[in-house]
């Protein structure tokens, strides 16, 4: 079986393929590198001792994507690409929906003309809105309130109408509550651009000295102890989570929607004690302003999927922050520079 993963260089790409490579899957990886390096697959290789064929590629670039598709026999599309920091699409809206939909429409096209009809789309527990109740079950009301939102929420809608308009699709929507951690190994990881917009990756950073200290963005929430309360899941477990999706995608189901998350909710405070314990560093931090558009809390129900995928999320807290940990000192500063 021949899986193609668009932004498989990136964070749950790179994880993703290597999964995919233990479990003897045929990788074709299409990226652009606009936010990832392509040493992160040169050590997806290094750790499964296996080869992927990678084509420095842009969505935007119909020829491009058509180029992968008469060099490969393609099964099924694992649909990662995409632009993903809420504050810059706020900023720079078209950018964010001319990357994001017109390249998933070109990829659609291109499926379409050589009859690869299985996808897999990295949507977000974003599509929730503020949800009225927790867990958030698959069958709540979806909204979004930012740009990056809208593209996830307008994808899933293209999605669906593709199917009813043609039943040999099959496509899941697979919805991520806040993945976080690195591949045991320390070989990969996440590696934002610049200071990172999110809560782990901005603790790691301060734990090796590159950041004074994490503001907290608000501990006056209706939560415990007052700090925003998030379902940060493993990024392998994540990744795991497509894995048990492809087999059920290629018994036809149709649209699948599933939630992938722990169930589990952890504060902004616990992350950092949490961070702090498996880094024997002190994180120093300062209570500053809620950040608009911030809800209290968020956390998944996973059951569908585990009764569906017969996938569940077995890594913890500790484990979460060890390996980002063990990521971060290994690669003080990400890809570019590393020992
Ligand atoms: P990432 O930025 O690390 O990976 C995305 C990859 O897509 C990058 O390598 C980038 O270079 C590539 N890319 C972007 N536009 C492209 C284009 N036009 N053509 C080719 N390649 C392109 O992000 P990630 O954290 O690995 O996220 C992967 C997917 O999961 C994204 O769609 C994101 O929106 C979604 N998601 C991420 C999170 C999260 O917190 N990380 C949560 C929910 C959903
Ligand atoms: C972010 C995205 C969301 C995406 C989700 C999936 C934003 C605004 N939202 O959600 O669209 O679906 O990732 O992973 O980027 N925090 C701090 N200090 C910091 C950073 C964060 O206190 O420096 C707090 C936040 O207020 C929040 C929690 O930490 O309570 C988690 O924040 P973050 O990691 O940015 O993720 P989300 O906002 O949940």
Known sequence: MKILVTGGAGYIGSHTCVELLNKNYDVVVIDNLSNSSEESLKRV???????LSFYKADLLDKKEITAVFSDHKIDAVIHFAGLKAVGESVMIPLKYFHNNITGTLNLLEVMNDFNTKNIVFSSSATVYGNPASLPIKEGFPLSATNPYGRTKLMIEEILQDLYRSDKNWNIALLRYF?????????????????????LV???????????SQVSIFGNDYDTPDGTGVRDFIHVVDLALGHIKTLPKLFTNPGVMIYNLGTG?????????????????????????RRRPGDIAACWADPAKAKAELDWEANKTLIDMCKDTWNWQKKNPTGYQKTQ
């Open 178 to 198: 806040n993945p976080v951690g690195a591949h045991e190994s320390g070989k990969i990881g996440e590696d934002p651009f610049g200071i990172p917009n999110n």
């Open 201 to 211: 990756p901005y603790i790691s950073q301060v734990a090796v000295g590159a950041l």
């Open 45 to 51: 290789k290094n750790i499964t001792s296996k080869s």
């Open 264 to 288: 589990l909710g952890y504060s902004v405070l616990e992350m950092i004690k949490g961070f702090e314990a498996a880094s024997n560093k002190k994180i120093p931090y300062k209570i500053t």
